[in-house]
């Protein structure tokens, strides 16, 4: 059983940064497909980006594309997500989520996913 807890979050003005991270503990890391999601007041949950199992492979929507970057660590059973120009559209609760595969090469949707973390919140607004 895979524990998943992601810190980082906060409030941000429009084009700031943050660093988020998601620590793992209680499976074997390096044999999870990562990946961050994220959900705001009212829609559905969406894919933002993901990592395989090596990071050497990784896969953006168009909504982080160019502004985000995915990493993991192996050694330190973390994987994280370093947002860039936020905007307030990114504003939303930002969850880590983990699937059993060392063949995938990207999460494609949440319900692939085997674990999940209880999520950060993230706020972009002046």
């Known amino acids: 059983q895979m524990q998943l807890v992601e810190s980082g979050g906060g409030s941000v003005q429009p084009g700031g940064s943050l660093k988020l991270s998601c620590a793992a503990s209680g499976g074997t890391f390096s044999s999870y497909v990562m990946g961050w999601f994220r959900q705001a007041p009212g829609k559905e949950r969406e894919l933002v980006a993901s990592?395989?199992?090596?990071?050497?492979?990784?896969y953006y929507e168009d909504s982080s594309k160019g502004r985000f970057t995915i990493s993991r660590d192996n050694r330190k059973n973390t994987v994280y997500l370093v947002m860039n120009n936020l905007k307030r559209e990114d504003t939303a609760v930002y969850y880590c989520?983990?699937?059993?595969?060392?063949?995938?090469?990207?999460?494609?949707?949440?319900?692939?996913?085997?674990?999940w973390g209880q999520g950060t919140q993230v706020t972009v607004s002046s």
């Open positions: 989520a983990a699937k059993l595969s060392r063949v995938l090469t990207r999460l494609r949707s949440g319900n692939e996913c085997d674990y």
């Open positions: 990592i395989n199992w090596s990071g050497s492979s990784s």
